[in-house]
Nanobody
Framework: VQLQASGGGLVQTGGSLRLSCVAS???????????MGWIRQAPGKEREFVSA???????YYEDSVKGRFTISRVNAKNTVYLQMNSLKPEDTAVYYC????????????????WGQGTQVTVSS
């Protein structure tokens, strides 16, 4: 499975971005069974869980993004999205999508099959 994230960019505080992640090399049936996650890494900081979505559609969020970010998926397109609203400078990071491997959803180490990240920069 290869994951390609896109949609990052430079926005002002309060702005919005929509990230997309396409999984290639997986059938729709396989993809629909994956728990997909978004992980971010800011300069000089450790990777941080942002959000995850189960095959059931259940969603999970890191506390600082609750109410601002929305994760969704379209299995027919092998795609997962992250709608980010009310962006803050502290959201600046490289955002990665990944497939959950094992363990709890809220730790970045639980994810494997990392895709290439997309840079999100929020100016103050």
């Amino acid at each position: 499975v290869q994951l390609q994230a896109s949609g990052g960019g430079l926005v002002q505080t309060g702005g919005s971005l929509r990230l997309s992640c396409v999984a290639s090399g997986a059938s729709e049936r396989s993809f629909s069974n994956y728990v997909m996650g978004w992980i971010r890494q800011a300069p000089g900081k450790e990777r941080e869980f942002v959000s995850a979505i189960e095959w059931t559609g259940n969603t999970y969020y890191e506390d600082s993004v609750k109410g601002r970010f929305t994760i969704s998926r379209v299995n027919a397109k092998n795609t997962v999205y992250l709608q980010m609203n009310s962006l803050k400078p502290e959201d600046t990071a490289v955002y990665y999508c990944a497939v959950h491997n094992s363990g709890g959803y809220y730790h970045h180490a639980s994810y494997g099959f990392w895709g290439q990240g997309t840079q999100v920069t929020v100016s103050s």
